[in-house]
């Protein structure tokens, strides 16, 4: 297992630092160089959380300012880490936006969902503890360009056949903030170059009416 630096900055939290793509590992912390820690600082070496003498919890910490690379038309989960402060801890987005197909949770600070545009995407994550305290980092992730997956036109979630499901889908999609098709022009039913209410229509037409099938997209 590798080894991982643990340093008390100043006296009020742990500093650590973990590589990106080794966070799912065990690590083996060394406290060696801390057996008598500064003055009013304590360490608990069963769980690693240091602690002041005055009992003061370490301020809420957003750790990572990146999130791993992810690839558009795939499926990504990474998580905002934050230590530190009171939990459960609220995320929220203070500034510019995830990139497209993806969200954040409010209450796990996990990004997931599946990019649709690829290319590098700014934001501010921000984590508010239960009992107050915030930290905010900018974070910059990149997509990277994939391969639109096949698709049937209308099928809007993605799921292989078409029914009333990807009118749901397609309504939340244009009117709610819902995920979009993947890709998006899965839900162009009419075959127009564009996803909007008369691919819905559309979709009901087929369905319910016997209208004609949805047409192959652009
Ligand atoms: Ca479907
Ligand atoms: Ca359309």
Not at 111 to 138: C, E, I, L, N, R
Request: hydrophobic share 35%; net charge negative.
């Amino acid at each position: 297992m590798p080894l991982i630096d643990v340093s008390v900055n100043a006296v009020s939290y742990v500093d650590f630092q973990v590589p990106m793509m080794d966070r799912e590992k065990d690590y083996v912390f060394d406290l060696t160089n801390i057996l008598t820690p500064p003055s009013g600082v304590s360490v608990d070496r069963n769980d690693w959380i240091l602690k002041t003498a005055a009992s003061e919890s370490y301020a809420v910490h957003v750790i990572y300012d990146t999130l791993m690379t992810g690839q558009q038309f795939i499926s990504y989960q990474d998580s905002v880490i934050v230590r530190g402060g009171s939990k459960p801890y609220t995320f929220s987005v203070t500034s510019g936006s995830l990139p497209a197909g993806l969200t954040l949770s409010t209450t796990t600070g996990i990004v997931s969902g599946t990019p649709t545009d690829s290319g590098h995407v700014t934001f501010t994550v921000s984590a508010t503890g239960t009992s107050g305290g915030s930290d905010s980092k900018q974070i910059t992730m990149r997509i990277a360009p994939g391969t639109p997956p096949a698709y049937v036109p209308g099928d809007a979630n993605h799921d292989g056949a078409i029914d009333i499901s990807d009118v749901v889908y397609l309504i939340a999609y244009i009117f709610s903030g819902g995920s979009a098709p993947v890709p998006t022009m899965a839900g162009d039913a009419n075959g127009d170059c564009a996803v909007d209410i008369s691919d819905a229509v559309y979709l009901i037409g087929y369905i319910f009416s016997g209208g004609t099938a949805p047409l192959p997209g652009c």
